[in-house]
């Protein structure tokens, strides 16, 4: 049984990967705002690593199955309880973020994406945190997705990614993101 099921399984993988990239925008430009949820890998002594919430908005470039992005990241990913106050460490991040859609099929598409940013980190308030908290870093990882089709150039983008910040921290982060995209 197994046997004869591989070949058809096989055959239905090319033909939906074959099939055009519907659930990306079909407009060549569009506007996508996230929120996101990170979890941070590293511990700092310093600082209580917990999971944070953020956001992100990007401007994105499509041509058949590539894409790509330029945007905007803030997420709070740090927190130092002081006697005087909390103390938040936010990474904010310019990017540049390529995607591939690996196969759709009706208003839904995979895709694969990399990532590569700058920015540095953000305290609040500014005068309690290290100084070498603040410079800035590079920022570089990758990750999946999926976009769903809910109306007219209109797509709904459920992602996931790792990436790292090259900092003090040397810190990675998982980030869930749900958001949408509009085709201009």
Request: aromatic fraction near 10%; charged fraction near 15%; charge should be positive.
């Amino acid at each position: 049984m197994r046997v004869r099921l591989a070949p058809l399984l096989a055959a239905a993988a090319l033909l939906v990967g074959t099939a055009t990239a519907r659930g990306q925008s079909l407009q060549k430009f569009s506007v996508q705002g996230s929120g996101a949820v990170l979890f941070p890998d590293a511990v700092d002594p310093s600082y209580q690593s917990a999971t944070k919430l953020g956001f992100e908005a990007q401007i994105r470039y499509t041509h058949s199955r590539w894409s790509v992005g330029v945007g905007y990241q803030r997420s709070t990913v740090y927190k130092i309880v002081t006697g005087s106050g909390d103390v938040s460490v936010s990474l904010s991040l310019i990017f540049v973020e390529p995607r591939y859609v690996i196969t759709s099929t009706g208003g839904v598409a995979f895709y694969a994406a990399a990532r590569v940013g700058v920015g540095s980190n953000i305290c609040n308030p500014s005068t309690d945190c290290k100084d070498d908290v603040t410079r800035s870093n590079a920022s570089f990882g990758g990750g999946g997705g999926m976009l769903l089709k809910v109306a007219p150039g209109v797509a709904l983008d459920l992602g996931a990614q790792y990436f790292r910040v090259s900092n003090s921290f040397n810190a990675g982060f998982t980030m869930l993101r749900l958001g949408f995209g509009i085709g201009l």
